[in-house]
């Protein structure tokens, strides 16, 4: 097992700690074309994240840091060759141990794909590996997993025919071993399968289910536990299409993202938003809403959009995304898109990260701490040809996070006291500045005031408030000269 250091940090590390939460903002940098499909978090608050290197063959690593965001380990999982790609597609925790669920394939005819399951200690070390049969002629295409309440894997996804070239969707069981248990590879007459959860009695798996290159709605297929259809549901509207991702949030109800489709704009440009949608397990909507910017496409998250911690509930997607040119765009920018939601369906709060250059979300999760971390690429500036870097991007409870580039007034920054305050709070400003904002959120992160300051000493009166816990953001000319916690008693 060969191990290798690639990473060149450009953006550097400030460590925010904000009721026992962090932040961290990370360019995982080289002249290769890079790209990662997964991260997840251990019990102890590390990070884990699935990397492909581009190239005339395809190499699988698994980056391991700490919750501070600080590089623990950094591993070649896969032996180069000119034979075979390597790919992680999916990570999974099982007690103390990661499970990588990847796929080898062929560089030539035949262009067929095994299955790669890996089971990994803390640190990287291979415990397990095997390499399971799935076709002599269909390459894996995309997949995403589960582990069912039998302790099996189950994968829902695609897989790709090349002669002539069309999708075939399919369903695999194995063994929290990685022993293979049963198959359905050819399920008609969808093109593709992106997710799945277990039946809330375990009897069986829902399995969502896409339409592709017709006009058709997409549904969701109720599979019993030998990975046979029993039947199948459409959920409306007519319009809303690709279902992505899901999550539980209830014994009786859970979240699915997906892509709304609006006509009218024209073609290639139609704009699609991301459709949110609660769904209960009559297949009842229960909760349906849009979330995007007018006449632009905002595109739910590639591998995994939705997660559930606890009361925790974030979606995330990429804005302006460029469907001619997925990963490097196509030279307009782009952002992270990033909404927070209760299991009561209230919006608390929506954020975007990026906007400089072409970002593109593939993966979220909702941590321990309250918080999210999210990974994706970023288009690199710094070679000629269009090769993305590594872009992981940890926020708080309140969408927040902390970057030394963002402050331009190290030695003058705004400062509030005291702090815990009772009725007021005293802010005091650079001499340099005539106005900034100043805004308190709750644990929340909603919005509680919002006030404009234009004098150097100001007393904030925040008797309306009741007592807690808040967080202060000062905003002048553009830029965070303070964010900070303050307790109010």
């Known amino acids: 097992m060969k191990k290798v250091l690639f990473i060149f940090e450009l953006i550097f590390l400030i460590q925010f700690q904000l009721f026992s ?25 590390n990070f884990y994240v699935s990397v492909v290197r581009y190239g005339n063959n395809y190499k699988a690593y698994i980056l391991k840091f700490d919750k501070f965001g600080n590089l623990q380990k950094d591993t070649i999982i896969s032996s180069p060759n000119n034979i075979q790609h390597y790919i992680i597609d999916d990570l999974l925790l099982y007690n103390n141990s990661i ?22 200690d803390s640190n990287l070390h291979v415990i397990k590996e095997q390499v399971i049969n799935f076709s002599d002629s269909l390459r894996i295409y995309y ?7 039998d302790t099996n894997i189950v994968l829902a996804g695609s897989s790709l025919h090349h002669s002539p070239l069309y999708l075939l969707p399919f369903l695999f069981k194995l063994k929290i071993t990685g022993d293979s248990i049963n198959s359905n590879l ?23 289910a ?31 299409r690709r279902y992505y991702h899901s999550k539980w949030i209830s014994d009786t109800s859970f979240i699915m993202n997906s892509m709304f489709f609006h006509y009218g704009f024209p073609v290639p440009d139609n704009n699609r938003d991301m459709m949110v949608s609660v769904i209960d397990t009559n297949f009842n909507i229960l909760y349906q809403q849009e979330f995007g910017k007018d006449t632009i496409y905002d595109y739910p998250g590639l591998y ?6 606890g009361d925790n509930v974030y979606i995330g997607g990429t804005t302006n995304i460029s469907i001619s040119n997925l990963y490097v765009g196509t030279g307009q920018p782009s952002w992270f898109y990033l909404i927070k939601m209760d299991k009561n369906q209230n919006v608390l709060w929506e954020k975007r990260y990026g906007g400089d250059t072409y970002y593109l ?11 999210c971390i999210m990974a994706g690429t970023r288009k690199n500036s710094d070679v000629t040809v269009d090769n993305t870097d590594i872009y992981l991007l940890k926020v708080d409870s309140g969408g927040f996070y902390c970057w030394e580039k963002e402050i331009k007034f190290p030695k003058e920054m705004a400062k509030i006291f005291p ?15 005539k106005f900034a904002d100043v805004y308190m959120f709750d644990i929340l992160g909603k919005q509680v005031l919002k006030s404009t300051i234009s004098d150097t000493k100001t007393i904030l009166n925040t008797a309306g408030l009741p007592n807690g816990i808040y967080i202060i953001k000062i905003v002048a000319e553009g830029e965070n000269i303070f964010v900070g916690k303050a307790i109010k008693e």
């Open 186 to 208: 050819s399920i008609t007459p969808f093109g593709e399968f992106y997710s799945l959860l277990q039946n809330p009695n375990s009897n069986g798996y829902y399995v969502f």
């Open 304 to 309: 995994n959009g939705v997660s559930v911690n």
């Open 143 to 149: 997949f995403n997993t589960i582990i069912d309440s």
């Open 99 to 120: 499970i990588c669920i990847g796929t080898k394939y062929n560089l030539s005819t035949p262009y067929n794909s095994k299955l790669w399951y890996l089971n990994l």
């Open 419 to 433: 702090n815990p305050f009772n009725n007021n709070i005293n802010i005091e400003l650079p001499k340099t500045l």
């Open 21 to 45: 939460q962090t932040t961290f903002e990370k360019l995982i940098h080289s002249d290769n074309n890079d790209n990662c499909y997964r991260v997840i978090e251990d019990k102890s608050g």
């Open 210 to 240: 896409n339409h592709i290159f017709t006009s058709s709605n997409n549904r969701i297929i109720k599979v019993n536990n030998n990975l046979d259809t029993i039947s199948s549901y459409e959920i409306a509207p007519y319009d809303m």
């Open 361 to 371: 979300l593939n993966s979220i999760y909702a941590t321990s701490d309250g918080g």
